[in-house]
Nanobody, 115 residues
Framework: QVQLVESGGGSVQAGESLRLSCRTS????????MGWYRQAPGKQRDFVAA???????NYTDSVKARFTISRNNAWNTVYLQMNSLSVEDTAVYYC?????????WGRGTQVTVSS
C-alpha cells in the first residue's frame, strides 16, 4: 500500500521560512520521481517542484531561487525548503509520486503566510 504523509506546514509571517517533509512507504522510494504541488483556496492544484531519482530538479518559475526540493533515500523522504515566503505561497501543499502508472497523493499540509 502506497502512502505519502506530509508534515511541516504552519502559519508564518512573510519573509520567513518553512520546511515541508513527505515520508513515503509502499514504494521503492529511491527510483521514483517525487513532486510537490499546492492548491490555494478556489484554485486548481499546481506544480511546485520535482526531484528525479538521479537528483535532478525542476521548479515552477514563481518559486525558483526561494524553494529547494531534496530527498533522503535512506529515510524514504522528500523535502521542500521554502524561504522568503510570501502571501501568495499560502496553500495546501501536497506530495506526489507515480507508481504503476497511477498518481498517488498525500493528504496535504497547510501553509499560511500573513503579511
Amino acid at each position: 500500500q502506497v502512502q505519502l504523509v506530509e508534515s511541516g506546514g504552519g502559519s508564518v509571517q512573510a519573509g520567513e521560512s518553512l520546511r515541508l517533509s513527505c515520508r513515503t512507504s509502499g514504494i521503492n522510494f529511491k527510483i521514483h520521481r517525487m513532486g510537490w504541488y499546492r492548491q490555494a483556496p478556489g484554485k486548481q492544484r499546481d506544480f511546485v517542484a520535482a526531484i528525479s531519482s538521479d537528483g535532478s530538479t525542476n521548479y515552477t518559475d514563481s518559486v525558483k531561487a526561494r524553494f529547494t526540493i531534496s530527498r533522503n533515500n535512506a529515510w524514504n523522504t522528500v523535502y521542500l525548503q521554502m524561504n522568503s515566503l510570501s502571501v501568495e505561497d499560502t496553500a495546501v501543499y501536497y506530495c506526489q509520486t507515480t507508481y504503476k502508472s497511477r498518481n498517488y497523493w498525500g493528504r496535504g499540509t497547510q501553509v499560511t503566510v500573513s503579511s
